[in-house]
């Protein structure tokens, strides 16, 4: 598979790169930024959702605050971080105080029970579409955030989760074939729109991958995208084998009636699974650490030598050509 860098990293390329000059800004091919804080390093993230773009417009309040907060914890556990707190930033078009409350209601929730509490934030109008964006900080030992680079041949690719379970969620809401193929199972149609309106960041796994992988990320954007960025970050290539990504027995169902094909689900957006790289010879440790904590890991490729882009590879090991890696913004 090949892939331009995106319009959305090719901007901040441009335009905001130049400004970074902090040695914590990692000249922005990161995830997220450091702060020395005494012994600790602060971890920063910043993410934004917007209607229209990252929810629908008649999604309830209380799993729009949800997501909001989870998408910066899904990049915090990534770097190996625990949650210390947020800031939040509200654009709404008018004041509804029973959408504000019930988005209160979700959003104090999931900071109680993530440990992340609300530090402060700014609440303005405006005439487009309601805009939530939340900065999020994480604490790790100094010199312990774990990058997008640092991958190295011979680390095999593991991914948490199930992959693709939100981007069907999506179609179902938008009333796509998927929606038709699972009218007669509304748990499972529940299951996948649950997926794609509040996901599940694996905070519980932040310490071990900050003990044992080489190179981590969220996978935000799909996973056929997102694993060729931290490649690319990490001057590696990959071979994946498509029949080792996880997949629910949903999208399972889905692929062999032929409803989607596997692009849907590896280029599709919204997993917030992490996708790292681990050496070999930790590998059963960093399986037992993830059992402990009760996330599903799976070992879907290799990292491989070489500047080439990665490859995703089928049953027979011939490669898989992919017309759209991930989403982009621009």
């Not at 922005?28 to 012994?39: E, F, R």
């Not at 209160?104 to 939530?132: K, R, W, Y």
């Not at 009218?183 to 905070?203: E, N, S, T």
């Not at 310490?207 to 981590?216: C, G, L, M, N, Q």
Request: glycine share 10%; proline share 7%; net charge negative.
């Amino acid at each position: 598979m090949t892939q331009a860098p995106s319009g959305e990293d090719s901007l901040i390329a441009r335009y905001f790169k130049p400004l970074a000059t902090d040695p914590g800004a990692f000249g922005l091919i990161d995830d997220a930024a450091t702060i020395p804080a005494g012994t600790d390093d602060l971890v920063v993230n910043t993410d934004a959702i917007v209607e229209g773009v990252h929810y629908l417009p008649e999604d309830p309040a209380d799993t729009i605050a949800r997501k909001a907060l989870r998408v910066n914890l899904s990049d915090l556990a990534a770097k190996g971080a625990v949650p210390a707190g947020f800031l939040l930033t509200l654009a709404l078009r008018h004041k509804d105080e029973a959408w504000l409350a019930a988005f209160a209601c979700g959003l104090g929730e999931d900071a109680a029970a993530f440990g992340c509490p609300l530090l402060g934030g700014d609440t303005v109008s405006t005439p487009g579409p309601v805009m939530i964006s939340i900065t999020a900080w994480g604490r790790v030992p100094k010199g312990r955030m774990v990058h997008r680079f640092g991958a190295r041949p011979g680390d095999r690719v593991m991914v948490t989760g199930t992959i693709g379970d939100a981007a069907l969620g999506l179609r179902i809401l938008q009333g796509k074939a998927e929606a038709a193929a699972l009218a007669d199972d509304p748990a499972v149609r529940d299951m996948l729109i649950g997926r794609y309106r509040v996901p599940q960041p694996r905070a519980a796994l932040a310490a071990a991958v900050r003990e044992f992988a080489t190179a981590a990320m969220d996978v935000s954007d799909g996973l056929a995208g997102d694993l060729a960025k931290l490649c690319a970050a990490s001057r590696v290539s990959a071979d994946i084998a498509l029949p080792h990504i996880p997949t629910s027995a949903a999208a399972a169902k889905l692929l062999t009636m032929g409803v989607v094909q596997p692009e849907t689900l590896i280029s599709g957006g919204d997993d917030y699974e992490i996708l790292c790289a681990i050496p070999p010879a930790q590998c059963p440790s960093f399986r037992t650490a993830a059992g402990l904590a009760g996330v599903a890991v799976a070992d879907i490729g290799v990292i491989v030598d070489g500047p080439g882009a990665p490859r995703v590879l089928d049953g027979q090991g011939r490669p898989v050509i992919l017309q759209r890696l991930s989403y982009s913004h621009f």
